[in-house]
C-alpha cells in the first residue's frame, strides 16, 4: 500500500449560515422561532424549567452547617468496653488518673476534643479512676461497682 493509493474522501461540509434570506433554509429568525428571552442573543436561562418550580427549590432543605455555631462543644466520647481493651493490651494503665489528656497521649481520642464523656456499654475488670466533663450512669454505676472513683470537671 502506497499513499498515492490510497483513497481519502473528505468532506467539507461547511456550517450552516444563519440569517442570509429565506432560500438558506435558516433565514429571518435563524432557528430561533419568534419573540421572547431565548430568541435574543446572549441569553443563558440556568435552571429555568419554563415556569415549572424548577428541581432546586422544590427538595428540601437539609443539614446544618456548623461552621458559625459558636456554642458547639467538641466532646470526645469513649465506651467503657473500649478503656477495658486498651487496659488489656497495656495501652493505658489503671494506676493512673484517666482524663482526656491521658487518653489523648495514648492516641485513643484525637487532639481536637476539649471535653470527654465516658458511656456504659461493656465491662469492667480492673479499678481505675477517671476525671471527666460527662458520664452515664450505667458507666459511672460500673467503675464505682469495680472500686474506681469518679470525679467531674465542669
Known amino acids: 500500500m502506497k499513499l498515492n ?9 461547511s456550517k450552516k449560515r444563519l440569517g442570509r434570506g429565506i432560500g438558506s433554509g435558516k433565514g429571518k429568525t435563524s432557528g430561533r422561532g419568534h419573540k421572547g ?12 424549567e419554563g415556569g415549572q418550580m424548577p428541581l432546586y427549590r422544590r427538595l428540601p432543605k437539609r443539614g446544618f452547617k456548623a461552621i458559625n455555631n459558636k456554642n458547639k462543644q467538641s466532646i ?3 465506651n467503657l468496653s473500649k478503656i477495658q481493651e486498651n487496659l488489656d493490651n497495656k495501652k493505658i494503665f489503671a494506676k493512673n488518673k484517666l482524663d ?11 487532639k481536637k476534643y476539649n471535653k470527654l464523656k465516658i458511656l456504659g456499654t461493656g465491662d469492667i475488670k480492673e479499678k481505675f479512676d477517671v476525671e471527666v466533663n460527662f458520664i452515664s450512669n450505667s458507666a459511672k454505676e460500673k467503675i464505682e461497682k ?9
Open 76 to 78: 470526645a466520647i469513649i
Open 37 to 48: 428571552q431565548k430568541s435574543r442573543s446572549g441569553v443563558a436561562i440556568k435552571s429555568f
Open 146 to 154: 469495680s472500686g474506681g472513683k469518679v470525679s467531674l470537671v465542669k
Open 100 to 110: 482526656l489528656s491521658a487518653l489523648q497521649k495514648s492516641n485513643l481520642i484525637g
Open 5 to 13: 493509493n490510497l483513497s481519502l474522501r473528505i468532506k467539507n461540509k
